[in-house]
């Protein structure tokens, strides 16, 4: 991701490479920079200079074709080949792209975006492009990241946020960087100078429940809490579009296994206990909390039920059940689980 900035602020200041070869799993910085491509025209440049094709509609020959020509108007003459993992990498077509990244045309620009996965890096292909300095990666931001990435993101947006709304955020909004991106833009444009986003404001504005969401209900279960648990989960079941079952299953998921490695690591200072969880050291505490009420084999009995919920869930071995009945039963089991019958 560091590079990505880097390459971010370079093509901000115009110092643009004659090769971009973008790839990786996480989409959203390869958008970043094919977006920041295509703006650093000027408007009346656009309609000559930019190319934008599409992997599937094309192939490396052609493309490499309209990169060798200069341009008809202006400095620059940009292609954008957007879906590139579409495109077809014959041994031919590999040979015409290698020849063009060791002999690029010093006034084209052009941007492969080549996204949900890398390109195979023991390949000569990926090697001559490293190498010549034009093979750029995007890796997957992994879950336990994301509260920090938007912590960042909003101070990037000038947004001050209250504490715990970054993790509020990716409870509720998952590892979608474009669709978080796009929610803190939007509040952004509705917050007043001086205003802090709070539980309030992302209640308002994003639409999610400042008392009845997956964090809430986490924290309700780490606590033992069952009156507001429940509370919580029959108000999700009656708006399931607010919080999806899929994503409720992985994050409690996440919480129980973190539970089982505070278990493992007592004694052990919270700094490398939080390494471990990949978490925040802040929110140790609220694991060695929820340790008391789950004691180590009682957290892997919850892994379980996870796991039987899953299944569920997809309609394996059992008849299909609505998912909102699913999750006040899961919720009544998980608060009950040194008592009621656990499938193995």
């Known amino acids: 991701m560091k590079d990505l900035e880097i390459l971010l602020k370079n093509i901000k200041n115009k110092e643009l490479l004659p090769l971009y070869f973008l790839h990786g799993e996480e989409p959203f910085f390869i958008d970043q920079v094919t977006d920041a491509l295509e703006q650093i025209l000027p408007e009346e440049e656009r309609d000559f200079g930019l190319t934008v094709v599409y992997g599937k509609d094309t192939n490396i020959a052609e493309i490499v074709a309209q990169a060798q020509q200069f341009p008809m108007f202006g400095d620059t003459n940009m292609i954008i080949v957007k879906e590139a993992q579409d495109l077809k990498f014959s ?99 509705l917050m007043k100078d001086g205003e802090i986003l709070d539980a309030k404001m992302v209640e308002k504005h994003i639409g999610i429940s400042k008392e009845f969401n997956v964090f809430e209900l986490q924290k309700a279960l780490g606590q033992r809490d069952s009156a507001r648990a429940m509370k919580i989960a029959h108000y999700i079941a009656k708006n399931p579009k ?21 278990q493992t690591m007592k004694g052990v200072d919270s700094k490398t206990v939080a390494a471990e969880m990949g978490v925040n050291p802040y929110f140790v505490k609220d694991f060695a909390q929820a340790a008391n009420f789950y004691p180590f084999k009682l957290a892997t009995r919850v892994i379980s039920i996870l796991r039987e919920y899953d299944l569920k869930s997809k309609g394996l071995g059992v008849q299909q059940t609505p998912h909102e009945e699913l999750l006040v039963e899961m919720v009544y089991k998980i608060l009950n689980v040194d008592k009621v019958k656990v499938a193995v």
Do not use: C
Request: glycine share 4%.
């Open 91 to 189: 041994d031919e077509e590999k040979k015409i792209l290698e020849n063009f990244a060791q002999n690029p045309v010093p006034t084209s620009v052009l941007a492969f975006a080549h996204k949900h996965k890398k390109l195979a890096g023991n390949t000569r292909t990926a090697k001559v492009l490293k190498s010549a300095g034009f093979l750029f990666e995007s890796p997957a931001v992994k879950d336990y990241q994301v509260p920090q990435w938007i912590s960042e993101e909003a101070a990037r947006l000038q947004i001050k946020m209250a504490p715990n709304i970054s993790l509020m955020l990716a409870e509720y909004l998952g590892s979608d960087l474009s669709r978080i991106s796009n929610e803190l833009s939007k509040v952004k444009m």
């Open 242 to 262: 607010s919080s999806p079952f899929p994503m409720m299953l992985g994050n409690l998921y996440n919480f129980f296994s973190n539970i089982i490695i505070y």
